[in-house]
């Protein structure tokens, strides 16, 4: 089953009208998001209410700033899956752009909370905001959704190892190549889902036959070799290790990531597969021996064996 996935463009079906929606980008779906839909769902449960996570795409700093560097934790095929593992009925869209952006917060309650949403409650993070400018916070979506018959809740920040678990100290561990925090702040490794793309067969000529991925708009990890898990279209799990970055032993220099799983020979092209990161190795180096780089290749593949066993 696969939870049916809504967006701004059109209003929501009738049975799923008189929702508590958990309200927010979720782009992580982190400890701390986890626990605002965890309240929506339970609040949801308590009244035979159906559930609904929203979320936005783009995320908004991309439209204002779309020089940005890249910085996704999630692709929305990914967030929906954990929506649904989470108990989520339904996930919401909002399509951003800068109509979108441009509705004041008196609108976005009306019109589209309880108008085009029908929604009768609404969970957030207590930092939340919301309407043009960020105009509307907590305490006003209480004000304006009360006439409506919409409540509005909040939770509260999630603390681990005594500072509060965000995105931003998610992404500042992958890009320093601590992966054990990221799991932990996840509840989940990192992982970066994409489509089996033809390259240079440069690692099946090594020995090491690899699965090119394009990284798209997710956050740079530390470049470099991590233990890795392949999870493959149909629910396999395998074991591998992977190289991110530029791959500075080949001309020309091309941002992959390309993991190589182990005892593996089936034909992956084409296909979408996730990978996820368990441990960094070592930094990217450059090779102008072959002879050296498929022997360190050799050892990474140890190293990373070691650590997933």
Excluded at 279 to 285: G, I, N, P, Q, S
Aim: glycine share 10%.
């Amino acid at each position: 089953m696969t939870i049916p996935r809504l967006t701004n463009a059109e209003p929501v079906p009738e049975p799923l009208r008189g929702a508590i929606v958990a309200l927010g980008n979720f782009d992580g779906f982190h400890l701390g998001h986890q626990a605002v839909a965890g309240e929506a769902i339970a609040w949801a449960r308590a009244e035979g209410r159906p559930a609904i996570i929203a979320t936005f795409d783009p995320h908004p700093v991309r439209v204002f700033q779309p020089d940005a560097p890249w910085f996704r934790l999630t692709t929305l095929d990914q967030r929906q899956r954990l929506f649904e593992a989470a108990g989520a009925d339904a996930m919401f869209i909002f399509e951003f752009d800068r109509a979108l952006a441009s509705v004041p917060a008196e609108e976005f309650v009306r019109r589209i909370l309880h108008e085009e949403m029908g929604v009768a409650g609404v969970v957030t993070g207590d930092d939340f905001t919301f309407g043009y400018k960020r105009g509307g916070n907590v305490a006003l979506l209480r004000d304006l959704g009360a006439p409506l018959g919409i409540e509005a809740r909040t939770v509260g920040p999630v603390e681990e190892g005594g500072a509060i678990v965000s995105s931003t100290r998610i992404r500042d561990a992958l890009r320093s190549g601590d992966c054990a925090t990221a799991t932990r702040l996840l509840t989940r490794p990192f992982a970066i889902e994409g489509e089996v793309q033809h390259g240079d067969k440069n690692g099946r000529k090594l020995g090491f036959p690899t699965a090119n991925i394009d990284m798209g708009h997710y956050l740079r990890p530390r470049y470099g070799v991590y233990a890795v898990k392949g999870r493959l279209p149909d629910g396999q799990l395998l074991d591998g290790a992977a190289n991110i970055g530029i791959r500075p032993s080949f001309d020309p220099p091309k941002e992959l990531l390309e993991p190589h799983f182990f005892d593996f020979s089936g034909d992956l092209y084409g296909q979408t597969i996730e990978v996820e990161f368990h441990a960094f190795l070592r930094d990217e180096m450059k090779f102008d021996d072959m002879d050296k780089l498929v022997a360190q290749i050799a050892q990474d593949c140890a190293d990373a064996k070691a650590v997933l066993a």
